[in-house]
């Protein structure tokens, strides 16, 4: 089974930084696509940031330059480390997990119906 799950939600101000992290079984380094989406209520899940087997990043636009994406192989761990943030980047954060086989080129990388394992989510909440 994969399973993942994210405990780092917290509310912060505009402008801090906060880390998020997901624990997610070991296997699931192999040969899996592992990202971050989040989703605000009335809209679809958005890919913010993933991380291939190969350990290669893919941000969105919206937070290019101010989030980063790594893996921990030791840990067991996905973490997106998020600074200057604002209200805009309020949402429920999820991490996810696709099959790289499963899909070719890398236009899917950060859409949501690419990914079939999800963690619970946690709620980050920015105040201007």
């Known amino acids: 089974q994969v399973q993942l799950m994210e405990p780092g939600g917290d509310s912060v101000q505009a402008g801090e930084s906060l880390r998020l992290s997901c624990a997610h079984s070991k296997y699931t380094y192999s040969g899996y696509c592992l990202g971050w989406f989040r989703q605000v209520p009335g809209k679809k899940h958005e890919g913010i940031a993933t991380i291939d087997e190969d350990g290669r990043t893919f941000y969105a636009d919206s937070v290019k330059g101010r989030f980063t994406v790594s893996k921990d192989s030791a840990k067991n761990t996905l973490y997106l480390q998020m600074n200057s943030l604002a209200p805009e980047d309020t949402a429920m954060y999820y991490c996810?997990?696709?099959?790289?086989?499963?899909?070719?080129?890398?236009?899917?990388?950060?859409?949501?119906?690419?990914?079939?394992?999800w963690g619970q989510g946690t709620q980050v909440t920015v105040s201007s």
């Open positions: 996810a997990a696709t099959r790289e086989s499963l899909h070719g080129g890398i236009g899917w990388i950060l859409r949501d119906s690419a990914y079939g394992y």
